[in-house]
Structure formats: C-alpha cells, structure tokens
Nanobody, 116 residues
Framework: QVQLVESGGGLVQAGGSLRLSCVASRVFFSFNVMAWYRQVPGKQRELVASITKGGSTNYADSVKGRFTISRDNAKSTVYLQMNNLRPEDTAVYYC??????????WGQGTQVTVSS
C-alpha cells in the first residue's frame, strides 16, 4: 500500500513551535531522500527541507536555523521540528521523496497556522 500520513500541525502563535510527523510506506523510504514540502492556496508546492538516509540535510533559506528535519528509517517516519514560527510559515505541510517517481502520491497534509 502506498501511503503518506502527516500529522502534528495546528494553530500556534508567532514564535511558537510545532513538530510534524510523517509515516510513510516503506516504498518511499527505499529512496535516498525524504523531504517536507508546504503549499499555500494559489501557490506552487515549495520544498522546505530534505534529508538523506545517511542524515545529510538541506533547507530552504526561509527556514534555515529555525526548522530541523530528521528521520527514523526503522519506523519509516520523517519529522520536522519547527521553532520560532512566523505567520509566513502558514501552509499545508506534506512529506514525500524528491523523485518524480513518487510525485503523484501525496498524503492529506497537515495544516500549520501561525498567528501574529
């Protein structure tokens, strides 16, 4: 079964923190890189952070120093710790690989809303 299940979103004040989780089918974790994306209505989905099986990470400039991506390969789970949240971080957050092979499979996402 091909499945991505994101959770952990919510409403938080600016400066607050949230930790997102994504449980993925093992087929996704067979790829080297897992990533978090976000999307606001009317805009394209944006790559926020990525992590390799070995733990190497990359971040969008807008979240560097505030977000931390991690993964538990044994649990097929990827996390996104978000600190010092800003109103512009408001979006629906999704996880997936970075390959076109899985690009047609998306979970329901988790809504993050940051109030000013």
């Amino acid at each position: 079964q091909v499945q991505l299940v994101e959770s952990g979103g919510g409403l938080v004040q600016a400066g607050g923190s949230l930790r997102l989780s994504c449980v993925a089918s093992r087929v996704f974790f067979s790829f080297n890189v897992m990533a978090w994306y976000r999307q606001v209505p009317g805009k394209q989905r944006e790559l926020v952070a990525s992590i390799t099986k070995g733990g190497s990470t990359n971040y969008a400039d807008s979240v560097k120093g505030r977000f931390t991506i991690s993964r538990d390969n044994a649990k097929s789970t990827v996390y996104l710790q978000m600190n010092n949240l800003r109103p512009e971080d408001t979006a629906v957050y999704y996880c997936n690989t970075v390959t076109v092979v899985t690009a047609r499979y998306w979970g329901q996402g988790t809504q993050v809303t940051v109030s000013s």
